[in-house]
C-alpha cells in the first residue's frame, strides 16, 4: 500500500521534526516568517515549504500584516491525534505504576541490604 502524502492529513504534517518544531513556536503566539527563520535556523525556503505543509492541512493560518505574513497554530485539526494518543494513556499509566512499583521494591531491598551489613560494594 503506497503511502500517504505528507500533506493529506495531521498525523502525516506532524511526523516531521521541524514541523512539530514550528508548531511549538506557534503555540505561544503569532510569529513571522522571519521569526521562525531566526529561531529555527532554517532557510527561509526551508521554513516556508513547511509552512506550506502544515496550512495545507489547516494546522496553521497565515494572515498578512502590511509587508510581513503572520502565521498562528490552529488546534482544531491536532484534535485528532490527541484523541488517538489519548487512547494509549490508560496503557502507559498502568506501565509507569508497574515500574513504580519495581522501583520501591529495588529501593526497599537495597535499604533492607544496608543495614543487614550486606552492602552492595563489598
Request: net charge negative; glycine share 6%.
Amino acid at each position: 500500500m503506497a503511502r500517504a502524502a505528507t500533506t493529506s492529513d495531521a498525523f502525516n504534517a506532524v511526523a516531521e521534526p521541524w514541523r512539530r518544531e514550528i508548531l511549538d513556536l506557534l503555540a505561544r503566539g503569532e510569529r513571522p516568517v522571519g521569526d521562525l527563520v531566526r529561531v529555527l535556523g532554517l532557510a527561509q525556503p526551508q521554513v516556508s515549504k513547511h509552512l506550506r505543509v502544515l496550512r495545507e492541512v489547516d494546522l496553521v493560518r497565515a494572515r498578512d500584516n502590511g509587508r510581513q505574513r503572520v502565521y498562528r497554530l490552529n488546534p482544531a485539526p491536532l484534535k485528532g491525534i490527541h484523541d488517538w494518543v489519548a487512547g494509549y494513556e490508560r496503557l502507559w499509566n498502568e506501565r509507569f505504576d508497574l515500574m513504580d512499583e519495581v522501583l520501591d521494591e529495588l529501593m526497599l531491598d537495597e535499604s533492607t541490604e544496608g543495614e543487614n551489613g550486606n552492602d552492595v560494594d563489598d
